[in-house]
């Protein structure tokens, strides 16, 4: 029983970590990253971390490197 209850734990975890992914967006170009992109760790200025749904209903468009 303990094991299917941690099994859940896991899975719902791991759905959340989806749904509330945070990618690096540039409010300038409307370009969003993952946080690992080399794009996302030169964008200092106009960059901010927002949840991925957020950049998109911003008009984010993904990052052709990482994919967003
Ligand atoms: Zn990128």
Redesign the pocket.
């Known amino acids: 029983m303990k094991k299917i209850l941690l099994l859940f734990i896991t899975f719902f975890m791991f759905s959340a970590m989806v749904y509330a992914e945070t990618v690096?967006f540039n409010t300038k170009t409307y370009?969003?990253?993952?946080p690992g992109?080399?794009?996302?760790n030169r964008c200092t200025v106009n960059c901010i971390k927002i949840e991925k749904k957020d950049a998109i209903k911003r008009g984010g468009v993904?990052?052709?490197?990482?994919?967003?």
């Open positions: 690096v370009k969003y990253h993952k992109c080399q794009w996302a993904p990052c052709k490197v990482c994919g967003g």
